[in-house]
């Protein structure tokens, strides 16, 4: 049990690591000039998906894709470190990361531990009706004590503000008090007004990562055909979104990586 819960965790990581070459972090100005070696590190945990089981499939992408926009925001307020794959290499080298699921606080406050992180954020989302849940939590890992809660809810096409407002909820709880020069540049650090697009980029990302899983156990044939099904997320993210920078990355990437005649 223990490792399904950290080959779980460090898929995540890896996903944060894919978010940060290919969303906008490196391109989003950082709010504040701190140095790195002095910032705040932080771990952030995937989402778990809480929609009812015959919506829960159309809505699963966002279980990795909530927390990447919000390590996204987070990353570029300059305060945190997020929890890189490097940090955790001693330990993913033991593992052969093949599972993807929910990972439990206690345990991620554990790893937490181990990875040197002084906070850990962890939540949930629900669709229903069409409205959109987020519920997110902030847990010290020295102490393991819950520091905070916040809750957003709106309509799920509004999922783009609704992740902003959570963030910067959340922020005063890890010891950042923004501006509200900064809590505006924040707001209008958006990936993509679609959710039909967002929905699709991290399916597509969601099969990318999976693929690096089989790539590691010499599964290639079983590689290439999710990355077939990443590519043609990407797409389909672009037809809903043609300006969504963080899918033409993702497409441009992929089609790098493998050949055309895929």
Sequence with gaps: ?????????????????????????????????????????????????????DKADKYQPWEFGIPSMIMTDLESIGLFNILSWERLKDVAEQLKLQHIGMVDEKDAVEIGKIAAARYLLAGNFMVMGGTLRIESKVFSV????????SAVKGKAGRFFELEKELVI?????????????????????????SMYASLN????????????S??????????????????????KALKYDPGYERAKKNLASLTMAIPMTL
């Design 1 to 53: 049990m223990k490792f399904r819960l950290l080959a779980s965790l460090l898929l995540v990581t890896i996903f944060s690591i894919r978010c940060a070459t290919t969303s906008s972090t490196s391109d989003t100005k950082v709010l504040r000039k701190i140095p790195r070696e002095e910032r705040i590190a932080l771990m952030v945990i995937n989402f778990k998906n809480t929609t009812l089981k």
């Design 142 to 149: 020295e102490t393991g004590v819950q520091l905070g809660a």
């Design 169 to 193: 909820e959340m922020t005063s709880y890890l010891g950042a008090i923004l501006t509200s020069e900064e809590k505006t540049q924040i707001a209008e650090n958006i990936e993509t007004k």
């Design 201 to 212: 980029n991290y399916a597509g990302e969601i099969a990318l990562i999976k693929a690096d």
């Design 214 to 235: 089989f790539k590691v156990q010499g599964k290639k044939d079983n590689a290439e055909k999710l990355m077939k099904q990443a590519r043609a997320r990407f797409e």
